[in-house]
């Protein structure tokens, strides 16, 4: 009897400190910033760092608050910049050459085998989970998974990693926006 009344008092308090908690995350929910969701959405993914920032969200939010440049992400390229520039009611600002961020082909990481040692060192540096292999073992990138963000070049001890370019076919290519000249008048 008692271990049925201690069992109906531990079920009786799992539901009131569940209600608890479902009302404290309801009252106090922050909210956050829809643009920055809009802008991360746009962004590559790759969280690669070559913007300056750790990941697409840390600059998403900077772009928001105006503390960074929308042309700083060389994986996302000058159609990412258009993509941000129409999103955000800006002017599209060409790549900062003096930032060091500059636009590059899509490239993605292919590992050369016959020198790879299997020492998983890129394995734990990717991270979008493109390259399996095991400790020991040979290494290999998913093509379709690898983001070109390079992160995987520099922890590895034999420099067995090469970038290549990834041709354009019909799987690859995509609209690019139109150049547009204006005229000065004057």
Avoid at 94 to 119: L, M, T
Avoid at 147 to 153: K, R, S, Y
Avoid at 171 to 180: C, F, G, S
């Amino acid at each position: 009897m008692s271990f049925l009344l201690a069992l109906a008092l531990m079920a009786g308090l799992a539901v009131l400190l569940g209600a608890v908690l479902g009302w404290a995350a309801i009252k106090f929910k922050v909210d956050e910033d829809p643009l920055v969701d809009k802008i991360d959405a746009v962004l590559p993914q790759t969280q690669c760092g070559q913007c300056g920032y750790p990941g697409c969200k840390p600059y998403a939010t900077a772009i928001a608050n105006d503390e960074a440049p929308i042309n700083q992400c060389p994986p996302g390229g000058t159609d990412g910049i258009h993509k941000l520039a129409e999103l955000l009611g800006k002017e599209f600002i060409p790549f900062d050459d003096g930032g060091g961020a500059a636009e590059k082909p899509r490239a993605v990481a292919v590992i050369r085998e016959d020198v790879c040692i299997g020492c998983t060192l890129c394995i734990q540096a990717c991270p979008v989970d493109a390259i399996v292999g095991a400790a020991k073992q040979l290494h290999t990138v998913i093509e379709s998974e690898c983001t070109g963000c390079e992160l995987c070049i520099a922890p590895c001890p034999v420099d067995c990693i090469d970038m290549v370019v990834v041709g354009e076919n019909v799987n690859t290519w995509k609209w690019r926006y139109p150049v547009i000249q204006l005229k000065q008048v004057g």
